[in-house]
């Protein structure tokens, strides 16, 4: 469902709720257990769910993975995509999996030493 119609069908406060995938999850015990506190908090009936991603997009392939895992279970999920550090392609790849999406334009990390910025 897109925000557009999630907010204009409710005549009630809209819950929603933001999660960073974890870190250094080699095992998917972290993953999982995340799984699970969602589950808990799906009993606030949350409109939607937004899922972030490290700066420079580190996580963002696990954060896509989460947010496919959340679509398939049905609830309504916003990623962030920061377009730093991504080229065209990318974005388009991943835009064309979401329905709503936050996109950021930043400054580049400072650890990058040569910066492109695409037209």
Known sequence: MK???????????????????????DTGEKTESLYQEINELNKFSPALISVTYG????NKEHSLEIVKQLSAKKFNTMPH??????????INQYLDELNNVVLYSALPPIIFHSFTTLS
């Open 3 to 25: 925000l557009k119609d999630i907010y204009s069908q409710s005549d009630k406060t809209v819950i929603s709720y933001e999660i960073f995938p974890p870190k250094n999850d």
């Open 55 to 58: 700066a420079g997009g580190s």
């Open 81 to 90: 995509f920061t377009c730093v550090c991504s080229n065209k392609e990318q």
